[in-house]
Nanobody, 120 residues
């Protein structure tokens, strides 16, 4: 079965850190560009960060720049999102997906995501 599974979310206080993981099964993730997206209650899903599958170039939403870092470990078939200096407005369900060169999802299919809650 071809799928990606997100994990690593949780409850963290403002200023804290989390590392999200996006693990692939059924295919080799390093051949693809991968993006992280998030959706907060009552809001549309938004793009957070993307990483190409070849040269490893990265892009970040303005809200993530300087605080989030996307990386990949091809040996583990996993892409990570290190999130530092978390803010309450980062609270959302985070999803990963394979994306095209425009950092838009290749498929209209999403996993369960992982919940990130930033609160005291």
């Amino acid at each position: 079965q071809v799928q990606v599974v997100e994990s690593g979310g949780g409850l963290v206080q403002p200023g804290g850190s989390l590392r999200l993981s996006c693990s692939a099964s059924g295919f080799t993730l390093d051949y693809y560009a991968v993006g992280w997206f998030r959706q907060a209650p009552g809001r549309e899903r938004e793009r957070v960060s993307c990483m190409s599958g070849s040269e490893g170039s990265t892009r970040y939403a303005d809200s993530a720049k300087g605080r989030f870092t996307i990386s990949r470990d091809n040996a583990k078939n996993t892409v990570y999102l290190q999130m530092n200096s978390l803010k309450p407005e980062d609270t959302a369900v985070y999803y990963c997906a394979t994306v095209g060169p425009d950092c838009l999802p290749l498929y209209d299919s999403w996993g369960q995501g992982t919940q990130v809650t930033v609160s005291f």
